[in-house]
């Protein structure tokens, strides 16, 4: 998963930002949006054989097995990473008054999207993505999904 800078970690995360892909790892973006139909374990058999072809005719059971634990990796580090996002002070806090009691921006309150920090997102919140992002890099593309 690590070799030539992580390609095989990229090109999976790029196969889960397939819309097809997303709807059985996620769930639907939208109530009217039909199901796939297929199982996550159809998915990830599907996504295996697309990453390591060269090696899937061998085990494509334990290959199955391991992309579904890096997947589940990966979700795992992601959330550590979000909770620390949502940490009053941290970052992301919705429960916070919009404004402070003398009627500022509250700092304690924003939101960073999915393609990361704006220009009127707070420096203590940019710096904290920044320290993210430098330890975990997957966490932009994850964000967006």
């Given amino acids: 998963w690590s070799d030539n800078n992580s390609k095989k970690t990229w090109q999976f995360i790029g196969e889960m930002e397939h819309v097809g892909n997303f709807k059985v790892l996620f769930g639907k973006t939208d109530k009217k949006d039909n199901t796939s139909g297929e199982t996550r374990a ?3 058999k599907r996504i295996t054989e697309v990453l390591w072809l060269e090696y899937f005719a061998i085990d494509p059971m334990t290959l199955r097995d391991r992309t ?6 990966l979700v795992k580090k992601y959330k550590a990473q979000v909770a620390r996002l949502q940490q ?5 806090n919705p429960n916070e008054p919009e404004e402070d009691e003398y009627g500022f921006p509250n700092p304690n309150r924003y939101w960073i999207a999915e393609d990361g920090p704006k220009e009127d997102t707070p420096a203590h919140a940019k710096n904290l993505w920044d320290d993210i992002t430098q330890k ?3 966490f932009p593309r994850l964000h967006r999904l």
Avoid at 68 to 73: E, F, L, R, V
Avoid at 88 to 92: H, K, Q
């Fill in 136 to 138: 975990f890099e997957f």
């Fill in 42 to 44: 159809g998915l990830f």
């Fill in 88 to 92: 009053t002070g941290g970052g992301v």
């Fill in 68 to 73: 579904k634990n890096k997947y589940d990796s």
